[in-house]
Structures are given as C-alpha cells and as structure tokens.
C-alpha cells in the first residue's frame, strides 16, 4: 500500500470513527427540562464561579474550570458531582460560601461546530445552574467516584496528598438557553423529574 493510500485509510477511519462517535440528538426545544439534563449529561466539564475570598477581587465574581460528571455514560442523574481538594483556591472560596453558579455548554460537543452554532448562539444550547457545592460521603460518595472516575480516568491517579473529597452541585435553580426566545428557568422538581438523557449516541 502506497504511503498516501495508508495516510488517505487513516484520515477515512478517523473520520467515520469521529462521525459515530459523536453525534448528538437534543430533546425537542419545548421539552426545557429533559433539554437541560441532556445538557447536563452530555458535558464533562463546567465553569463553576464563587464569590471569591482572594485578593485583589474578595467580593467579586471568580469563574473556573473543573471536571463534572452526573453519572456514568448513559445514566445520568442531572447532578454534577465533582473531585476537589482544598488546595484550589476555588474550594476555599467554597469553605467561606458555598454557594455558587455552573455553567455548561454543547459548544463542548460537536453538535455546535457540526450546526455552525457559535458558542453564544442561543442555537448552541447552553445551560446555567444556581445552588451550592455540598461534600458528599457514603454511598452518594461511592456514586460520585463512579460516575467521575469513569469519565475522567485519570482522575484516579491524581496525588492523595492533595486530599481529594467528593461533591454534589446542589441545584436550586436552572437556566436554559436553547432556541430564540430568550432563556427559560425549569425548578430543580421539573429538572429531576425530567427522562434520564439517554449519551448512547453522542
Ligand atoms: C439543595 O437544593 C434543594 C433544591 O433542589 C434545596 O431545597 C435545598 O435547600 C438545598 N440545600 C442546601 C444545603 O443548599
């Protein structure tokens, strides 16, 4: 086989193993609730913003990034949990308010790039949560490390001598911007009441 066929089999492979791999059915538009817990399932990581007790912005608005996970693929539960230690200056934002705000997007996906949506596009839908960031134990904590764990595998192998604990985004209310028309909030009741969204064919 000549080198340009190989390299033109390997682009070909790439591609359908990209095209299948990836491909994401959003829930009808009116369907707001079931919307946001597919978003919510679909993303593996999220801004998180605290009001931040470091200088020189004590007060103010702090967003960051961390990994999330509601559940292993294709089982998710519409709660973020998330793997943190103490040492992020985030989490000791969370140790003073553990009130907080999330946002995820489908821009992380291809379903945006694929529909030509730009991240601010209401097209790409895009959801924002409000609540606070609570540790979990027990068996809540064992949910968590499965569902983080899976996704992130990595995640096991980061050092314990940062004292990695588990958390729950506890929701208290959900913003949703998905369509024209402006964003729409959905009570965490109709959010959790909402079909489990389905990742097979992301
Ligand atoms: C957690 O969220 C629920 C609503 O889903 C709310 O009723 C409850 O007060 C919250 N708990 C805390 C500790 O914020």
Redo the contacts with the bound molecule.
């Keep these: 086989m000549s080198a340009l066929l190989r390299a033109s089999c390997v682009l070909l492979l790439l591609w359908v193993s990209r095209s299948s791999g990836c491909r994401v059915r959003i829930p009808p538009h009116d369907q707001v609730a079931q919307v946001a817990r597919f978003v919510a399932h679909q993303c593996d990581w999220a801004s998180v913003a605290t009001v931040s007790t470091h200088r020189p912005v004590v007060g103010r608005p702090f967003s960051n990034v961390f990994s999330v996970s509601d559940g292993p693929e294709g089982s998710g539960t519409g709660v973020p949990y998330l793997y943190l230690t103490r040492m992020d200056i985030s989490v000791q934002d969370l140790q003073v308010d553990?009130r907080a705000s999330l946002s995820m997007s489908l821009a992380q996906t291809d379903y945006c790039r694929r529909g030509g949506f730009d991240p601010q596009s209401p097209l790409c839908a895009h959801i924002t949560l409000s609540?606070?960031v609570?540790e979990v134990t027990g068996m809540e904590a064992e949910f968590a490390q499965k569902s983080l764990f899976s996704r992130h595998p990595e995640m096991e192998d980061w050092p314990p001598e940062h004292h990695w604990f588990f958390c729950r985004f506890?929701?208290?209310q959900v913003w949703v911007l998905d369509y024209f028309g402006g964003v729409r909030t959905v009570s965490?009741?109709d959010y959790?009441q909402a079909p489990e969204a389905p990742r097979t064919t992301v």
Aim: charged share 10%; net charge negative; aromatic share 10%.
């Design positions: 553990p609540g606070s609570l506890n929701i208290t965490p009741e959790f």
